[in-house]
């Protein structure tokens, strides 16, 4: 074997081995659910990136980021959108909810 063909077949064997940790780590979110193992669970990483694609269709500018990291933002954002359905999970962390009046 050359050394250019022991150098090709570094380069693709590194390319492979970084794209296999790359995709391994990711996350992936199915609206408001994480994909675990073929089965959806809600997690809070899901659900803010949910309601900060909920706000962009809003009008917002709200990265996935910014509402994971800065509950002032969530909130405000949750405060003008937090009545849409698909958002009340991600809300009820930051909104107070209706009092018992009993």
Request: glycine share 4%; with cysteine.
């Amino acid at each position: 074997m050359s050394k250019s063909n022991v150098a090709q077949l570094c380069f693709l064997t590194g390319s492979f081995l970084i794209a296999a940790a790359s995709s391994a780590s990711a996350i992936e979110c199915q609206e408001d659910y994480q994909i675990v193992q073929g089965q959806p669970i809600s997690t809070p990483y899901c659900r803010d990136n949910y309601l900060a694609q909920v706000a962009r269709q809003y009008g917002f500018k709200a990265t996935d980021r910014e509402i994971r990291n800065n509950p002032s933002r969530k909130e405000e954002v949750c405060r003008f959108i937090g009545d849409d359905i698909r958002v009340q999970t991600a809300c009820s962390e930051v909104l107070p909810g209706p009092r018992d009046t009993r």
